[in-house]
């Protein structure tokens, strides 16, 4: 498969990493690609571009089967309100097109908040960087590459 920011990133930090491509479906999200994989949507860690009220930044992830909690979000971060960033902006900012956004080697350094409970998976998959491909890897990897905020921040989808 060919190289992208995120393999490229997570190859420079020895980390060990599965593959796996699947269908992508426009607006399908992770019900799709949990179902392609034959793993829970749950293990599924979404990566979302959003900005806060200055209109900075930055990255959270969340089990594919909840939501963000933008109101809780912000409370964590001290920040007045969070919401989600354009697509067009999310582009721009992690160089990623939507739908294969990837919190790896992105375009600038963007703060990552992620949800607590996610280190509590045996193994996550996550954007690898297109639409379509996922990447498998520890969380406790993920922690030690990108050194995320965790937050407690999902409600039930």
Same mark, same amino acid.
């Given at each position: 498969m060919a190289d992208t920011p995120a393999t490229v990133f997570l190859r420079r930090h020895d980390v060990a990493y599965t593959e796996h491509e699947y269908g992508y479906v426009e607006h399908g999200g992770t019900e799709v690609s949990a179902?392609? %994989?034959?793993?829970?949507e749950h293990d599924v860690v979404k990566t979302l571009v959003m900005q806060d009220d200055a209109?900075?930044? %930055?990255?959270i992830l969340m089990h594919g089967?909840?939501?963000v909690s933008t109101k809780n979000l912000a409370r964590q971060a001290g920040v007045k309100r969070i919401e989600p960033c354009r697509p067009d902006a999310a582009q721009r900012?992690?160089?990623y097109q939507v739908g294969g956004t990837s919190p790896f080697g992105t375009r600038k350094k963007l703060p990552v908040y992620m949800e607590r409970s996610i280190l509590e998976l045996?193994?996550?998959y996550i954007n690898g960087g297109r639409r379509g491909y996922l990447v498998g890897l520890s969380p406790a990897e993920l922690a030690?590459? %990108?050194r995320p905020t965790l937050v407690e921040v999902a409600l039930a989808d």
């Amino acid at each position: 498969m060919a190289d992208t920011p995120a393999t490229v990133f997570l190859r420079r930090h020895d980390v060990a990493y599965t593959e796996h491509e699947y269908g992508y479906v426009e607006h399908g999200g992770t019900e799709v690609s949990a179902r392609a %994989l034959g793993v829970p949507e749950h293990d599924v860690v979404k990566t979302l571009v959003m900005q806060d009220d200055a209109g900075k930044p %930055l990255i959270i992830l969340m089990h594919g089967d909840r939501t963000v909690s933008t109101k809780n979000l912000a409370r964590q971060a001290g920040v007045k309100r969070i919401e989600p960033c354009r697509p067009d902006a999310a582009q721009r900012h992690s160089g990623y097109q939507v739908g294969g956004t990837s919190p790896f080697g992105t375009r600038k350094k963007l703060p990552v908040y992620m949800e607590r409970s996610i280190l509590e998976l045996a193994k996550i998959y996550i954007n690898g960087g297109r639409r379509g491909y996922l990447v498998g890897l520890s969380p406790a990897e993920l922690a030690r590459t %990108l050194r995320p905020t965790l937050v407690e921040v999902a409600l039930a989808d």
